[in-house]
């Protein structure tokens, strides 16, 4: 035995240290030191562009913020500086729900969304897209065209030459003037770090000719040069600032960053929180009308749509289908904000090559009328209906958004029979009575072989996709296809083939997931689905063969600055692609967000992040 | 008892050493990488996530991979631009100097971020065991005095319920109720605060951090209480028909005398086991009330690395996890002999 005070002793001890724990709990919490230096220059005050500028006119109180933006484009109109009516006499702040913990300030380390939101609050590009995709001026004075003569096309060599003139008005917070210099460092240093875009593999030279000009050589015409230093993923970083030696994808000034953007970073609380405050020299005068933004990482969903329903926070982003809905209804203090146009197609990837062989084809989705009738037996509007709650649009090309408008291929039809038929012909019937089909006369496969196949999605996505992957499995097997259904992290779809990837190996049958582009040029993204020569032969498509040169062909025709003809171009693609079905696009959805209703001014856009115009954001209260 | 501890402390080495292999073995033969998402997005050539990869050094192979991450690669020549050309040498220093290597999601070392949750956790977990204690303590002792009573049953009930209803569960009902469904009296607001630590951007003050705690740790503790106090009463009704139990009566001891300073004195030797063994998540944390309760604690950390392949900083929580469980295991081994003069160590 014991004595009893030798326990007393042993438990005071334990308590105390786990007493000590609650010091933890209220010491002060350790933070990411920002900079947060004012400038002590003095910043010249904005004076107006002569040439193209956003439509950043402060949005007024009454503003729904579902309501489309308006037709007007900000082609030649100046950028609006003045300041709202009302004085706010308290200090604003608005409260962001975002998933997770942003990794830094851009997006081309992880991208998840998270860190081209942040990028945007703090620092500037030298263009941006509006959510009508016209194409703005930020850090410069005009975007450069053939008429302005900031576009000039060597007939000889074929080279293209850009100039680009920067505002002389923009400063960082430290007080340093924003110049060519850090464009140029910021575009040397991705280039020492290698990343990868289509202005990249254009781009000859970037020179610089004084502090607020610069020229852009291309080898040939770079379709989208105009957003070559913006968009969605640019942004400029300061040159004093930064430690090149760190490299790109090191460098500490993408986490503690030096603003030029309207806000400021006060504090980073690693999965907790992120405080910005209002840039007092922020270029436009008079912005950003809001005092302070805060981040907060909320994970899980549930818990936002509770915050947002309690007051506590003003901007849901990317909400599930279900809270969608709920934003939608009037009268309970919160509101639905949408693009104007689609942002991501959900897209069905059938294998047409047997799993992990690229020389075999796959037994009946190498057959394009076994695609289409899949695609026939799929009932999309249902999907968008009743899984997604009417979030979506049904669609059946990639050239969904205008310009292209489907380029007048007609929508195909949901019809179960008609696909039954389709394979048929391609020799895919249910002569047992067993309700899966059985090759019998088909291309490839040996006569009697079932019609199975693993039918795969990825995990993060959530229940809307794995109810429409079922869903889209019981029409399949009401036609006699059997699918084995599967769930995997997108870690290990998309992982390199030597990792165990599924999607780059080839080692797969059909998978569904969402992607889409940004920006207003869709050749980057054409190239990285489709495109197939001898020497790149691999595109995520994972389509071969002589249609898929027709179409890498006509892709190489993209590189011109001639819209209309990369219009007529797309169109041909559009074609072949319908034709062939190396993909199977069902729907599109929009880039939305829940928002509260004191939160005016936010414009979802399917061509960059949520926070693209947060200078121009208001609170009425 | 020092030999021992020495003892037990150097066997730890060895011990945790295998265990690292097996984690490292575990976690790389995982299918999936850490690149998954340059290949889905493209926003790096192929050969340049080929490059990264030999970066990384993940074109190693893994019993490599595995030295390098242990004792560093300052002693080896490296290909640090990714061309497939071993150029100079490398800047790790290797788990065994303290350098656990950078996360690939950030680039930033995962000590450094490891030591940015860790206080939080405690810190949650801590208070929940604390309160875990004060309370399972009690109620299984007052179970097993008086067993079959009311109180018995209803807490044999509860603890039931309490160790079957599903964390996440849990914690949103705790959230629709408290957070959603009730408001507080005095201001208007929520009753208690849905997550987070602290209300952002406020004065410090102690009632705001206890009402952030509240319902994190509640969910914590529900199913700790029941097992502990199950446990307990288990223990205690074993003891209670001791031997000695039954001198202590015949040499005329208050029955409260007898429960109090020899049952439950020896009830609680077990309870020391369970101690150790729920201790360690005092400082890798919980992953399910982490992530419902926004807490930014090593328990998210360890869930986004596991999703995101994250390796590095897998390995360091993991690795930290395991020293823990081992000094944990020690400390409890060292408590019996200090509780129960009849342990002895050699």
């Known amino acids: 035995m014991f004595g009893f005070g030798r326990f007393k002793r042993l438990a005071l001890v334990i308590t105390l240290v786990l007493l000590a724990s609650l010091s933890f709990g209220c010491a002060p919490q350790e933070t990411l030191e920002a900079p947060t230096e004012q400038p002590v220059a003095e910043a010249p005050t904005a004076e107006a562009p002569a040439t193209e500028a956003p439509a950043t006119e402060a949005p007024t109180a009454e503003a729904p913020a579902t309501e489309a933006p308006t037709a007007e484009a900000p082609a030649t109109e100046a950028p609006a500086t003045e300041a709202p009516a009302a004085e706010p006499a308290e200090e604003t702040s608005v409260t962001i729900l975002i998933w997770d913990n942003p ?166 609380v690693p999965d907790d929180h992120l405080t910005f405050v209002r840039n007092e020299n922020y270029y436009e005068e008079g912005k950003p009308y809001i005092d302070k933004v805060i981040v907060r990482i909320v994970p899980e969903e549930s818990v936002k749509r509770a915050m947002m329903d309690r007051g506590e926070a003003d901007l849901h982003y990317w909400p599930a289908e279900n809270n969608a809905v709920s934003y939608q209804e009037v009268g309970n203090g919160t509101k639905w904000a949408a693009s104007p146009t689609e942002r991501w197609i959900m897209k069905l990837f059938p294998n047409t090559k047997a799993r992990g062989d690229e020389e075999t084809p796959h037994p009946f989705l190498a057959d394009k009328r076994v695609r289409h009738a899949l695609r026939m037996a799929i009932d999309v509007d249902s999907i968008i209906n009743d899984i997604f709650l009417g979030f979506g649009k049904p669609v059946w090309t990639e050239f969904f958004r205008p310009p292209y408008n489907s380029c007048g291929i007609p929508r195909p039809e949901y019809d179960l029979e008609g696909a039954k038929a389709l394979l048929k012909e391609a020799g895919w019937e ?154 199977i696009e069902l729907f599109s959805t929009f880039e939305q967000f829940g928002l509260s209703e004191r939160l005016q001014g936010v414009r979802p856009s399917a061509f960059d992040i949520a926070t693209w115009n947060v200078a121009d954001w208001t609170v009425t209260e | ?229 199950r446990f307990l009463r288990s223990s205690m009704l074993d003891v209670k028909h001791q031997d000695y139990i039954r001198t202590a009566r015949a040499k005329g001891q208050s029955e409260r005398k007898v429960l109090y300073k020899h049952a439950l004195k020896n009830a609680l030797i077990p309870l020391i086991t369970i101690v150790g063994i729920d201790f360690p998540y005092v400082f890798t944390g919980a992953v399910v009330t982490e992530q419902m309760f926004s807490w930014p604690g090593m328990g998210r950390l360890y869930y986004n690395s596991a999703t995101s392949r994250d390796y590095p900083m897998l390995m360091g929580i993991l690795i930290i996890g395991s020293g823990v469980i081992m000094l944990s295991n020690l400390a409890a081994d060292i408590v019996y002999a200090y509780l129960d003069p009849r342990v002895r160590y050699q």
Not at chain 2, 74 to 79: A, E, V
Not at chain 2, 140 to 150: C, D, N, P, T
Request: with cysteine.
């Open chain 1, 103 to 268: 990794s830094e300030f851009h997006g081309y380390n992880v991208g998840s969304g998270a860190e081209e939101a942040m990028g945007e609050l703090v620092m500037l590009s030298l263009s941006e897209v509006d959510p009508d995709g016209n194409i703005y001026p930020e850090l410069a004075t005009e975007i450069p065209t053939a008429e302005n003569g900031g576009v000039v096309e060597d007939e000889e060599t074929g080279e293209v030459t850009v100039t680009w003139h920067l505002r002389d008005d923009v400063y960082w917070a430290d007080g340093e003037q924003v110049t060519v210099d850090d464009v140029i460092f910021t575009w040397d240093a991705m280039q020492a770090a290698e990343v990868w875009s289509m202005s990249a593999d254009a781009t000859k030279s970037v020179e610089k000719v004084d502090d607020f000009t610069m020229v852009v050589t291309y080898y040939y015409p770079n379709p989208e040069y105009k957003i070559h230093f913006g968009g969605e993923d640019f942004f400029v970083f300061a040159e004093h600032y930064c430690n090149a030696e760190e490299g790109f994808y090191e460098w500490n000034c993408s986490r503690q960053p030096l603003s030029s953007g309207p806000y400021i970073l006060e504090e980073w």
């Open chain 1, 430 to 583: 249910d002569t047992d009575g067993d309700g899966v089909n059985e090759c019998h006369g088909c291309l490839y496969a040996e006569e009697g072989d079932l019609m199975t196949m693993e039918f795969a999605i990825y995990a993060e996505y959530g229940e809307t996709l794995e109810l429409a992957q079922q869903f889209i499995a019981e029409e399949w097997a009401s036609i006699g296809l059997q699918t084995d259904l599967q769930i995997i992290e997108g870690a290990v779809l998309w992982a390199l083939p030597e990792e165990g990837g599924i999607e780059l190996s080839g080692n797969f049958e059909m998978d569904m997931w969402d992607n889409g582009y940004g920006g207003y040029d869709p050749t980057a993204y054409l190239w990285d689905y489709y495109y197939y020569a001898e020497e790149t032969p691999w595109n995520l498509a994972n389509w071969t063969g002589e249609e898929a040169e027709k179409v890498a062909a006509l892709i190489d025709e993209l590189y011109t600055t001639d819209e209309d003809y990369c219009q007529e171009v797309c169109c041909e693609i559009a074609g072949i692609l319908e034709e062939e079905l190396p993909a």
């Open chain 2, 1 to 229: 008892m020092g030999q021992y501890i020495v003892r037990r402390l150097l066997q730890a080495i060895p011990m945790l050493l295998i265990v690292s292999i097996f984690l490292f073995v575990l976690v790389n033969l995982a299918p999936g990488g850490p690149l998954a998402q340059y290949a889905r997005h493209k926003r790096l050539s192929a050969e340049r996530v080929e490059a990264l990869r030999r970066q990384f050094g993940l074109d190693k192979p893994l019993p490599v991979q595995y030295i390098v991450w242990l004792v560093g690669n300052d002693w080896m020549p490296i290909d640090t631009d990714g061309n497939g050309i071993t150029d100079s040498y490398g800047t790790r220093k290797g788990v065994l100097r303290g350098d656990f290597g950078f996360s690939y999601e950030n680039r930033e070392p995962v000590l450094e971020q490891i030591m940015d949750r860790l206080p939080n956790t405690i810190y949650l977990m801590g208070i929940t065991l604390i309160i875990v204690a004060i309370v399972a303590i009690p109620v299984g002792i007052l179970s097993a005095v008086k067993q079959y009573s009311v109180f018995d049953i209803t807490v044999t009930a509860l603890s039931f319920m309490g160790q079957a209803i599903p964390e996440f569960w849990l914690g949103l009902i705790l959230i629709l109720v408290f957070y959603v469904s009730l408001d507080n009296p005095f201001t208007g607001g929520s009753f208690l605060p849905g997550g987070g630590m602290y209300t952002i951007g406020a004065e410090f003050s102690l009632v705001d951090r206890i009402e952030h705690l509240i319902l994190p740790v509640t969910m914590g503790v529900v199913g700790w209480v029941a097992w502990w106090s």
